[in-house]
Structures are given as structure tokens and as C-alpha cells.
């Protein structure tokens, strides 16, 4: 998993039909000091997040580990949101 | 998933015959501001899109969690069409 | 698998409800010489390991192949924790 | 996907049982323009290639997804030979 | 999969127990002229193999797909050894 920024969101044209009820966000990925990368990943909301959220995302098979997702054709889920007092000891 | 265009097709000269059915088009790869990279892959298309439309594609088993794909031995598949009014907020 | 050193945790605000059991530290990546790279993953801790320590994890659906895990959306988890005399004849 | 000339072929002094029925050849990556990139990978060959044949070859549980590959522990394998006929509309 | 030297070994303080029967070796990633890469990979050992070894090694789920890594959490093992004359026409 990594953190990234929710930076953007996707309204399809046309799209798989298990998706209509998924809610597509760009997100930004943040390098290991927390700073913006230039890159992205379009990823499934599963917990109810927001433009300009600091989430952990994961990719793969285990985007689809969670009821909304399980027979989604996405590769990468949003899993959590986290805060500045989110990373501990860093 | 991340964004591409579709800038070309395959027609091979041999395949898998599981494969028959499926349309493949080679995809170039859009960054964070939505301009295109030198990077490219090869995925079915399972929504119906043509030359020059903007896609979303998924990779891994992801890419067979559809009724077109699910016994395709593909890693990617074209899940979405988006068009100029599709990303918002970014 | 990689090897990489525990530098922090995350408590997140919300997450996907199956992670609750998770504590999940975020691992910075080690290279060939075990030396630190500007790289870091976020792993599930199967096997209890504290700040500092030097691990393995994994990735991809091998993240779920533990007890803990294998209901999580997880696709990273540390599965050993190594120490200086670990690695041998490198 | 992604498209690759079979560039050599590896007959391995000792392997997983499984792989013995499996052809693996190697495969120079091309970039988007077709021209070859100084990467590569092992597949296995389920349509019947040469060396210098120009293939498209997939990766993950996908190359498993053919009958020939299905109990082999392959992680990329041939599923398409194409000529210079077969790329349309780059 | 690709091509690598068995450099190191790593005797783990604690692991997952489903790792106890596994063999981790430390393998230096070569790159399309055989040349060592500064990457490597830990990875189970299928076939029984030593350091200096040259060996092929895949990655993702193919890594569970021998009778000895199947309920291991491994993300790559070991699966081939080479020796100089394994790799013709390149």
C-alpha cells in the first residue's frame, strides 16, 4: 500500500457495468517524506472520501478484498484515510 | 487503472484461440496532466472504443473480471471511456 | 521479496472494517548493499515487529497467505524479521 | 501486453517438474515505436514461435490462463505472434 | 521470470511458520546481457540451489505454484538452474 492525495475524480462516458456503483478518484502518490509525486493512480473509493483527502490505497487482487469491490474489475482501492497525526514516528 | 489513448490495433498472425473474440489495442499512457508518455500496453477491449478515444485500463487479474474477459489469458483490459468533461476537480 | 526497516505506523481515521486487527507500519526499502532507498511500502505486521527493526515482506497476493491476513485488503505484509547476522555469504 | 522478439531460448540444467513440457525462450522488450528496449523477460511459448518471430506476451496469473501453462508456475507467458502487417493505425 | 545469481542466504530471527521448510536466497537480478543489476530479489528455493548459482526465479502468485510454496506467503521462488550453455541464439 501506499499514501496519496485524492487530487481528482473520474464521471465515465461508458464504463464495465459492475462499476456504476464505484466512485473513481485520481490520487496523487506521495513519496516516503509525505511530498507530492508526479504520479497517479485511479483508484475505487471503499470507505467515503473526498477531494483533497490524505488516503492508503492498495493495488492488485486485494483492491477487490471488500464488499463493494469484490466483483469490480479495479486494480487499486482506496482502504483508508489518514490525518497529520495519522503517521507515527516517522 | 490509469488513463490512455488508444493509438493502435492488433491484428495478429497467431493467438491463443481463447483470444479470438477479443480486440486488442495498444494503448499510450497518460500522466498526471493528462499528457501522453512513451510507455504503451496491450489491452482487450470489453466496452466498445475506437482510434483515438481516452480510456481507463486495469492490469493483473483485474483485467479478467468481466464477462468478455474472464477466460482470456489477458493482464489488461479497457474498463472505461472518458472524454474532456470526465475528470474533475484535478 | 525485499528487505526494508521499520520507520513508522499509521493509525489511520477510517478504514475498510476487516483492518482493524492490522497494525500497519510504514517500511522504508533497503537495496542490494542494505542500504536505505527513497522507497517505502505500507505492510500488515504478521509476525509482531517494533520501530527500527529490519524485516521481509512481500507483496501481491502472497500478502494474504498468513492467518491474519488472508481476509484483509492487504497486498504487503512483513512475514520475517531479520537482525545483523541474517544475511549470509552476500 | 506488451510486444517483445523472442531473442534466445533457455534450456535449463535442472527445473520445476511441471516446466518440463515448457518451452522458455527470451523475450527483448520493444517500446512503443517498436524499437528494442534493453529489457527483458522469460516466457513460455503456448503458440508456437521461432527465434527473431516478433510475439506479444502477458505477465501474472494471466500466463497461466492457456492449457498448456495452467499447473506451471510461469509468471509471463507467449499468447500472440504478430508481423508488420499486424499494427494498425499507430 | 528472469535471470539471477544466488549472492546471500538469510536466516530469518522469526518468520511466518509456514516459511520454516523454505530456503530464502538473496539473488542479484541480471539484466539482457547477463550483466549483474543493482537489484535483487529474496526468493524460496524449489530446486535445490547454492551461492554462485545461476538460476531463473519468477514473481507474483506463480511463486506458490510447486508442491514445497503453495501455503508459503511467497512472492517469488526459484525455479530453474542455468549454467553457461542454457542460453543459445541470444
Known amino acids: 500500500m501506499k ?5 481528482g475524480n473520474v464521471v465515465s462516458v461508458a ?3 459492475s462499476f456504476i456503483p464505484a466512485k473513481l478518484y485520481i490520487l496523487q ?8 509525486l508526479n504520479k497517479y493512480i ?5 470507505i467515503g472520501t473526498a477531494i483533497n483527502d490524505m488516503v492508503i ?5 486485494g483492491a477487490r478484498m471488500t464488499e463493494l ?3 469490480m474489475p479495479t486494480d487499486a482501492s482506496i482502504v483508508a484515510r ?3 497525526n495519522s503517521i507515527e514516528n516517522l
Not at 502518490?29 to 507530492?36: G, H, W
Not at 490505497?57 to 487482487?61: E, P, Q
Open 3 to 7: 499514501i496519496a492525495k485524492v487530487v
Open 15 to 17: 464504463k464495465i457495468e
Open 29 to 36: 502518490i506521495m513519496d516516503i517524506d509525505l511530498k507530492p
Open 42 to 46: 485511479i483508484a475505487v473509493d471503499t
Open 57 to 61: 490505497y492498495n493495488t492488485g487482487s
Open 69 to 71: 469491490t469484490k466483483n
Open 82 to 84: 489518514i490525518d497529520e
